[in-house]
């Protein structure tokens, strides 16, 4: 019964690699999201996706490409990894509409860390 | 612009003792307020929300927040902490509005609880 997963949960490589994360979440959300937590744990958005479509793009290097098949999925393609790439990525759900219950409470994967060396 | 402040990078407390951690907020609406909880190694928890009303709210895990208006605040509180509470713990404040919607987050402040 899991919510928000992310595969893998370690991600090893070296400098240069191409590597994908992904993300899928079972809640029925419409708004994914991914976020970076650097080593000094702080955290930033990425992307956002609502709908299959990209709402928020943070300035992050187009080396990112994040791509949404569907609701449910959104994944994150990095190309010519750089060792400042090294971080946990985080994904993330929400119902981003108005409701009775909780309309832009974001539930988070467990993430990914990746290393690149 | 819009942010959030965690003055305390790093707190220690006895395991029995109250916690207060600090968050302050800059944010020009009416903020969706949130504490997360990171454990080592772990993903993101959410301890408790703010959206409007009651300005005291309840939590998992015995945790309090209280949303101070006119201090831009929501301090986190537990009236006594055990060593399980030992973590990272993350204020946000929900920015934007719908379909552009983002969490901005403090920098953190590390729980870190003596036997």
């Known amino acids: 019964d899991t919510a928000v997963s992310q595969t893998p949960k370690y991600l090893v490589t070296q400098m240069g690699n191409d590597k994908s994360i992904k993300c899928e979440q079972n809640?029925?959300?419409?708004?994914m999201y991914w976020y970076k937590q650097d080593s000094k744990k702080f955290l930033k958005i990425m992307f956002s996706?609502?709908?299959?479509?990209?709402?928020i793009n943070e300035t992050v290097p187009n080396r990112f490409s994040p791509k949404s098949p569907d609701k449910a999925h959104l994944n994150l393609h990095i190309n010519s990894l750089e060792l400042g790439d090294s971080a946990v990525y985080f994904c993330?759900?929400?119902?981003?509409?108005?409701?009775?219950?909780?309309?832009?409470?974001?539930?988070f994967g467990p993430g990914t860390r990746l290393t690149v060396t | 612009a819009q942010s959030v402040t965690q003055p305390d990078i790093h707190i220690t407390v006895s395991e029995g003792a109250s916690l207060e951690l600090r968050c302050n907020y800059s944010?020009?609406?009416?903020?969706?307020l949130f504490w997360y909880v990171q454990s080592p190694g772990q993903g993101l928890q959410l301890l408790l929300k703010?959206?409007?009303?009651?300005?005291l709210v309840q939590g998992i895990k015995g945790f309090e927040a209280e949303f101070k208006r006119s201090q831009s605040s929501f301090n986190l509180r537990k009236p006594s902490v055990h060593w399980s509470d030992a973590a990272e713990y993350f204020c946000?404040?929900?920015?934007?509005?719908?379909?552009?919607?983002?969490?901005?987050f403090g920098t953190g402040t590390r729980l870190k609880v003596l036997a």
């Open positions: 703010y959206f409007s009303g009651d300005t």
């Open positions: 809640l029925g959300h419409d708004t």
């Open positions: 946000a404040v929900g920015a934007g509005t719908s379909g552009t919607y983002k969490y901005i």
């Open positions: 996706y609502n709908n299959k479509e990209l709402i």
């Open positions: 993330a759900s929400s119902q981003d509409k108005r409701g009775p219950k909780n309309p832009y409470e974001q539930y």
């Open positions: 944010y020009g609406a009416t903020p969706y």
